[in-house]
């Protein structure tokens, strides 16, 4: 489905210097025509490669699936674990603004990735990428409406935007839509119903489209109720010539079932994101007269693109066009596979056969057709116990040039898996296949540097969630109302006026005439001083709603993709915990001789601590210890 747009901003007619709305259309098929021409020899390739992942037998006749079992094996090693949005003030500065803004935007975040299955989508794109050799994830915002009736006021100089005319009747209510929810999602979109435009780098691109496959009433909310040049609703032009359903994997193609199978019919909308007009045009192929929407920028993003730069594991500087990763080591494949159809003709041929004299026919014949364990009499020869047993009256096939060439066929297979495997980057530590005879630090060693092929990969698996929280984050600033926020996150914020009353309230408690002595020293409220201190909802919205601001003042990360080694996390832990003994059992007594040094003392155990990258929280505190190490002492009692 096409992202929610607010009613009456569907469609619009194109801008001035296109012609007409049919060469309008004609201009965008040819662009995606282009794209498809550019990107057609990797399509070609990619469903090949889709049809080995799944076992399909080709005429090549491929029966060991190593593409399946190395897709299977990197596809956990680069995305493992749901990334956690790490959301914090770009620089460490005391700014309570930038930390509100922080906090606010990586609670809404955690909840948006809670709120579907994000693992799913990430899981999806990382197969792509490593199956086809590219993997795009979408950002959607999605609001939901509900209708509310507004009183109907009058117009005048004063509310020049009130509803309707000043002599509408008293208590007059007119329907409107209201938000009630709002949601910030992403998308998987299948790779083949992905176009881009021309262009060396992803910076370079200036449109993008997405395929969709929409019924009839998709259609008309679509086009908002817009209508042909001989007042036919345009919905209502579009054929439906494409089947909703799929068959053996392919993807939904053109129907040749008869009417009665309409309500399986779609139509093959394309949505096109074009960056310099900063509209999203949607048109269908195979109706040219007009488009069918014309949208404004309808989610505001800096880039524009609602989705990140896409997955690609094997790239080159010549272009955007994906590689297939499988055709790296295709031809390894091949010889993999005939070596394998030769063993299983050589395996086919390992059956005992042998021959005997006719005068021993029957005995013979008896004891070829017995069963495990089972005796059978033998008559007429006794003369053979002389001549050497049994042995000597069968003539058997020799087996043993089969059995060698056997042997040494799956020796050589086995050595093409480990040439894939090196091609690949997939260590053996990966695959779990470790020599028991080695050494805990042989296996550490071999991990460490069997990891170093792929991390690559991981790294752009972890960039990809991170411009997905970046985009999600543009959106829910933008987008989200203050009360969906406040409700999302639990935070709320004092107005500017009311931290003022506040703060009027405390100066004239603590400094006004009469004032009792104890009174001034009584202790605040907890809420009461949180609103005195805390930044105001106006100031932290000027900010929140800023792309420029927010940019500047706040940081968007994620954690890794990769859950990590616990023992290793416990190593590093129990090696933190030591330090800080061992620096406190020195420190301590320099601070007690002159507590002076107590900021400098706190400053450098800061330093020390941030090597052991501890999370945000531990950060917070850090912080948070090194401005109560600035503040003065208070004084004692006597």
């Not at 006719?358 to 053979?384: F, M, N, R, Y």
């Not at 949180?530 to 954690?559: F, G, H, Q």
Request: charged share 25%; with cysteine; net charge negative.
């Amino acid at each position: 489905m096409s992202d929610v747009i607010e009613p009456g901003a569907a469609y619009d007619s194109p801008r001035q210097g296109e012609q007409s709305s049919a060469a309008f259309v004609k201009m965008w098929l040819d662009a995606l025509a282009r794209a498809d021409a550019e990107e057609k020899e990797w399509r070609r390739k990619a469903e090949e490669t889709l049809e080995i992942y799944r076992g399909k037998r080709t005429s090549r006749g491929r029966k060991f699936n190593i593409l399946h079992s190395n897709v299977e094996t990197l596809c956990p090693a680069l995305y493992n674990s749901t990334p956690v949005p790490d959301v914090r003030r770009r620089f460490s500065d005391p700014d309570p603004v930038a930390k509100a803004v922080s906090d606010l935007i990586e609670r809404a975040l955690a909840f948006s990735v809670d709120a579907y299955d994000f693992d799913a989508v990430m899981k999806a794109v990382i197969r792509d990428g490593e199956i086809v050799g590219r993997g795009v994830p979408r950002v959607r915002y999605m609001p939901v409406f509900a209708p509310a009736y507004v009183p109907l006021r009058g117009a005048s100089a004063a509310e020049p935007d009130a509803h309707l005319s000043a002599d509408a009747p008293a208590g007059a209510e007119v329907e409107t839509d209201e938000v009630v929810y709002e949601e910030v999602a992403v998308d998987y979109v299948p790779w083949r119903y992905f176009r881009r435009g021309p262009g060396r780098t992803w910076k370079d691109v200036t449109w993008i489209a997405f395929g969709d496959f929409l019924t009839r009433d998709e259609l008309r909310k679509l086009t908002g109720g817009a209508t042909t040049k001989d007042g036919k609703p345009l919905a209502e032009c579009v054929p439906l010539n494409h089947s909703a359903d799929t068959q053996d994997g392919k993807p939904p193609g053109t129907s040749s079932r008869g009417e009665e199978q309409s309500i399986f019919r779609r139509a093959l909308v394309w949505q096109i994101w074009d960056k310099e007009s900063r509209r999203v045009i949607s048109l269908a192929p195979d109706y040219a007269e007009a488009p069918l929407a014309l949208v404004p920028d309808p989610l505001g993003l800096a880039d524009f693109f609602p989705v990140p730069r896409p997955y690609q594991p094997v790239g080159a500087t010549d272009g955007l066009t994906p590689i297939v990763p499988y055709e790296i080591y295709e031809d390894l494949v091949e010889e993999l596979n005939d070596i394998t159809a030769r063993i299983n003709r050589l395996v086919k041929q390992l059956r005992p056969r042998g021959g005997y004299a006719s005068t021993q026919h029957e005995s013979l014949k008896a004891i070829a057709e017995a069963d495990d364990g089972e005796l059978v009499p033998l008559t007429g020869i006794e003369h053979l116990v002389g001549e050497g047993g049994l042995e000597r009256a069968i003539a058997w096939f020799p087996l043993d040039p089969t059995v060698n060439a056997l042997r040494l066929l799956v020796q050589q297979r086995n050595e093409i898996k480990q040439v894939i495997y090196e091609v690949t980057g997939i260590a053996d530590i990966l695959r779990g296949a470790t020599n028991p005879s080695e050494t805990l630090g042989a296996q550490q060693l071999k991990a460490q540097w069997g990891s170093l092929r792929i991390q690559d990969r991981q790294a752009e698996a972890a960039r990809v969630a991170r411009d997905l929280f970046r985009l999600k984050a543009e959106i829910i600033a933008q987008k989200f109302s203050w009360e969906t926020l406040t409700q999302m996150t639990g935070i709320v914020l004092p107005r500017e006026a009311e931290r003022q009353t506040v703060r009027q309230a405390i100066a004239q408690r603590m400094a006004g005439p009469g004032a009792q002595p104890q009174l001034q020293s009584a202790p605040l409220s907890p809420d009461i001083e949180r609103m005195a201190n805390s930044p105001t909802r106006e100031d932290v919205e000027t900010v929140l709603r800023s792309d420029m601001m927010r940019r500047y003042r706040i940081d968007i990360e994620s954690d890794s993709t990769i859950r990590g080694d616990l023992a290793r996390n416990q190593q590093v832990m129990v090696s933190f915990v030591q330090g800080t003994a061992q620096y406190a059992q020195a420190m301590g007594p320099l601070v007690q001789l002159n507590p002076g040094l107590l900021p400098a003392a706190v400053q450098l155990y800061a330093a020390f601590a941030r090597q052991f990258k501890l999370g945000k929280q531990a950060e917070d505190e850090l912080e948070r210890l090194i401005e109560q190490a600035g503040q003065p002492a208070a004084p004692q009692a006597s």
